[in-house]
């Protein structure tokens, strides 16, 4: 059965710092895929990235960049320099896809407050 | 509107009553998901609609949830007798196809449900 783990519930961290929220996946297919969403005090989630297990690159976005290990079944989340409007809730989540996509399961989140 | 909307935002309701959830996806998206978050936690699946059929409704926690799509675009998740333990934020999603090979969903606001 699939499941993502967040470990970490809340991270604290001053403007411009750096900071990683870890994401750690189960799941038996070899086809999958990854997300990150955001959800800010509005609660609507925004879409920040979505991998596939065959890509196992590192991506960046502007300060956002993720590091994908299928070796520890990890898919970590660093802002870079981050700011104040980075404030939300981040989930991590899953699609399995060996007998056709599965409806993402998330993770439990993990909420980041930037303090200025 | 060009974003997933929902109805109503908020909603409080008595033990027992019944309810309806409804959502309006982006025009021309032929995916809608519900998910239910509760304080705390991540989204948790509960039924996707592929056109006007369910085509995963395992997420649903017992018989006193039914949703509906009758035309292929709104949607109505309804709720008989509803207990405390109903109360959460119903999110709605949509996508244009099945969400791990487009990518990414859309997420409405969510409406949140308060059974007293």
């Known amino acids: 059965a699939q499941k993502v783990t967040q470990a970490q519930t809340e991270i604290s961290v001053v403007e411009k710092e750096d900071v990683t929220l870890d994401c750690v996946y189960e799941t038996r297919d070899t086809t999958y895929y990854l997300f990150w969403y955001k959800q800010p005090p509005s609660g609507e989630l925004v879409f920040l990235i979505r991998r596939n297990s065959f890509d196992e690159q590192n991506e960046i976005s502007g300060r956002y960049s993720w590091n994908f290990q299928k070796s520890t079944s990890s898919f970590n989340f660093t802002i870079t320099a981050s700011q104040v409007v980075d404030s939300a809730v981040y989930f991590c989540?899953?699609?399995?896809?060996?007998?056709?996509?599965?409806?993402?399961?998330f993770g439990k989140g993990t909420r980041l407050s930037v303090i200025a | 509107g060009a974003g997933v909307s929902q109805t109503p935002s908020n909603k409080v309701t008595e033990k027992g009553k019944y309810v309806e959830l409804r959502c309006d996806p982006i025009s021309g998206h032929t995916a809608l998901y519900w998910y239910r978050q509760s304080l705390g936690q991540g989204p948790e699946f509960l039924i996707y609609?592929?056109?006007?059929?369910?085509?995963?409704d395992s997420g649903l926690p017992n018989d006193r949830f039914f949703a509906v799509r009758p035309e292929g675009s709104v949607s109505t998740l309804k709720i008989q007798r509803t207990e405390r333990g109903d109360s959460a934020v119903y999110l709605c999603a949509s996508s244009q196809r099945l969400a791990g090979v487009s990518g990414e969903l859309f997420f409405g606001e969510g409406s949140r449900l308060t059974v007293l």
């Open positions: 989540a899953l699609s399995e896809a060996d007998s056709g996509n599965t409806p993402l399961v």
């Open positions: 609609f592929q056109g006007t059929g369910a085509a995963d």
